[in-house]
T-cell receptor, first 115, second 112 residues
Framework: GAGVSQSPRYKVAKRGQDVALRCDPISGHVSLFWYQQALGQGPEFLTY????????KSGLPSDRFFAERPEGSVSTLKIQRTQQEDSAVYLCASSRLAANTGELFFGEGSRLTVL | KNQVEQSPQSLIILEGKNCTLQCNYTVSPFSNLRWYKQDTGRGPVSLTIMTFSENTKSNGRYTATLDADTKQSSLHITASQLSDSASYIC???????????FGTGTQLKVEL
């Protein structure tokens, strides 16, 4: 596609529900990143994929967070048993190159609100 | 601890005026420094990327400077427009890894 596409744009979940956020990166981009952005803050790293391999998941805040990119293109970030502190914008970004050295293109984000 | 600090936290200027945003970092080893513009409700968009050897880079009315010795960067916006209203985020990539450290951003509002 022309840009990084994320869905849903907005998600409201009751505490304890599971949610799945989708990221469709730019076609052919090797690297894919997930970030969490709280209101008024900069994005915080969650996890990084190089093709289908999840090379770094050190930013995932708990074992309730899980990400996958099974075919090296579309990625899904899953949050199980959502808590109020999970409320944030989840940004996906992709890069043509391996690792960060190349230009990073961000999606519009998925805004999650946990009630 | 690798950190990126930005100032001011917020800024209001009149249309047509210039402004300068500041970024100090402690990220080490340094690979590159980026400035992003993030409109409300949108994802960040890259403005400039500077490596260690570059001390200035322009993108239209945006000019970024980098002093790798003092670990400081600035983003200068010339002849501001209403559409410049956004959050401007300074981001530093650490050498040898794939981690970007983001600042909390400067919220700029351009008014008539």
């Amino acid at each position: 596609g022309a840009g990084v596409s994320q869905s849903p744009r907005y998600k409201v979940a009751k505490r304890g529900q599971d949610v799945a956020l989708r990221c469709d990166p730019i076609s052919g981009h090797v690297s894919l990143f997930w970030y969490q952005q709280a209101l008024g803050q900069g994005p915080e790293f969650l996890t990084y994929f190089q093709n289908e391999a999840q090379l770094d998941k050190s930013g995932l805040p708990s074992d309730r967070f899980f990400a996958e990119r099974p075919e090296g293109s579309v990625s899904t970030l899953k949050i199980q048993r959502t808590q109020q502190e999970d409320s944030a914008v989840y940004l996906c970004a992709s890069s043509r190159l391996a690792a960060n050295t190349g230009e990073l293109f961000f999606g519009e984000g998925s805004r999650l609100t946990v009630l | 601890k690798n950190q990126v600090e930005q100032s001011p936290q917020s800024l209001i200027i009149l249309e047509g005026k210039n402004c300068t945003l500041q970024c100090n970092y402690t990220v080490s080893p340094f690979s590159n420094l980026r400035w992003y513009k993030q409109d409300t409700g949108r994802g960040p968009v890259s403005l400039t990327i500077m490596t260690f050897s570059e001390n200035t880079k322009s993108n239209g009315r945006y000019t970024a400077t980098l002093d790798a010795d003092t670990k400081q960067s600035s983003l200068h916006i010339t002849a501001s427009q209403l559409s410049d209203s956004a959050s401007y985020i300074c981001v530093v990539e650490r050498g040898g890894g794939n981690k970007l450290t983001f600042g909390t951003g400067t919220q700029l509002k351009v008014e008539l």
